[in-house]
C-alpha cells in the first residue's frame, strides 16, 4: 500500500478538500505554495499514463472545481497542474496557485507550515468549492 492509499484508506490524517468514488484531493503537506492540492485516483497505479481512459478524463473533470478554488483562495493568475510521480508510486496530479512558470520548480524548497497554517488552507479552498 502506498502512502498516498493509506491517506485514502483514513490511516494516515489528511487535509481532505474534496473526494468522491474514483478520487481523493488533499493539501500537500510540504506544499511548493500555499493552496498546493493533490489529486489521486483511488486505484493503485504507479504511472499517471498507466491509468485507463476512464481514469484520466474523469481525473480532469473532478480536478476543474478545485483548481477553480484554488484560484478564488489565493493570489496567483491561475492555477498550474504538474504531473511528476517519482516521490510516491501512486498516479497523482499537482495543482498549485502560481504566478509565473518557476512556481511549479520542484527543485525549490518546499513550505514548512504548521497544523493550524494547513488547517486554514483546508478551510479556505473548502468554502470556496461551495
Do not use: W
Not at 478538500?17 to 500537500?28: G, K, M, T, W
Amino acid at each position: 500500500m502506498t502512502i498516498f492509499s493509506k491517506i485514502i484508506a483514513g490511516e494516515i490524517p489528511s487535509y481532505k478538500i474534496a473526494e468522491n468514488e474514483l478520487f481523493y484531493a488533499f493539501l500537500d503537506i510540504f506544499p511548493l505554495r500555499e493552496g498546493h492540492v493533490l489529486v489521486v485516483p483511488k486505484t493503485e497505479t504507479d504511472k499517471f499514463f498507466d491509468l485507463g481512459e476512464e481514469y484520466l478524463s474523469s481525473l480532469l473533470l473532478f480536478a476543474k472545481p478545485i483548481a477553480k478554488a484554488i484560484e478564488k483562495s489565493f493570489d496567483c493568475n491561475r492555477c498550474g497542474i504538474s504531473v511528476i510521480g517519482l516521490e510516491v508510486p501512486h498516479a497523482h496530479l499537482h495543482l498549485i496557485p502560481i504566478n509565473e512558470a518557476n512556481d511549479l520548480n520542484f527543485a525549490q524548497p518546499k513550505l514548512k507550515l504548521e497544523a493550524a497554517e494547513l488547517k486554514a488552507i483546508q478551510e479556505k479552498i473548502v468554502a470556496a468549492l461551495a
